[in-house]
């Protein structure tokens, strides 16, 4: 028989994949996609149709305000918006949001909606947010081998 002792344990795939992306620097350059891509969702419609996130350095959020009065308004609910920001996070938190004035892109709408629905995944985006959620993580990834491999390790765990 064999000594059960001995055998190493696995790893469950999404620790694996977390230690990646952190090593590669991903992990940032993912949450600052996902906050653009969800910001209404996460700060409610109210603030996210006058702000927006710009950029993720150094664990401080950048955040835009349309005009003076939402940037003083943000003072105040800068303890609300982190944790809001943080709950959301699977990385290191957010420890600060620095904020400026400046344009807050307005939402676009489809001009050609596709005919074909949205294809809902388990983490409840659909495939083409999946894939540029994807394509961001590798953008630091030299090795154009290990890119491609990662590329389809990760399509295959998130879909």
């Keep these: 028989m064999l000594d059960m002792a001995r055998r190493p344990s696995l790893t469950p795939l999404p620790d694996v994949l977390t230690r990646v992306l952190k090593a590669h620097g991903m992990q940032t350059p993912m949450?600052?996609?996902?906050?653009?891509?969800?910001?209404?969702?996460?700060?409610?419609?109210?603030?996210?149709?006058?702000?927006?996130?710009?950029?993720?350095?150094?664990?401080?959020?950048?955040?835009?305000?349309?005009?003076?009065?939402?940037?003083?308004?943000?003072?105040?609910?800068?303890?609300?918006?982190?944790?809001?920001?943080?709950?959301?996070?699977?990385?290191?938190?957010?420890?600060d949001?620095?904020?400026?004035?400046?344009?807050?892109?307005?939402?676009?709408?489809?001009?050609?909606?596709?005919?074909?629905?949205?294809?809902p995944t388990e983490r409840g985006g659909d495939q083409e947010d999946l894939q540029a959620a994807i394509d961001v993580f590798l953008l630091p990834v030299a090795d154009p081998d290990f890119r491609e491999r990662l590329r389809a390790l990760l399509a295959k765990s998130l879909t």
């Design 31 to 95: 949450l600052e996609y996902s906050l653009q891509q969800h910001w209404t969702e996460i700060v409610g419609d109210h603030v996210g149709r006058h702000t927006w996130p710009d950029s993720i350095r150094h664990r401080k959020l950048y955040l835009v305000a349309e005009n003076s009065v939402w940037l003083q308004q943000l003072r105040f609910l800068t303890p609300e918006l982190l944790a809001k920001i943080n709950a959301v996070s699977d990385g290191e938190p957010i420890t």
């Design 97 to 119: 949001i620095v904020l400026r004035v400046g344009t807050v892109p307005s939402p676009v709408a489809e001009e050609n909606p596709s005919p074909q629905p949205s294809i």
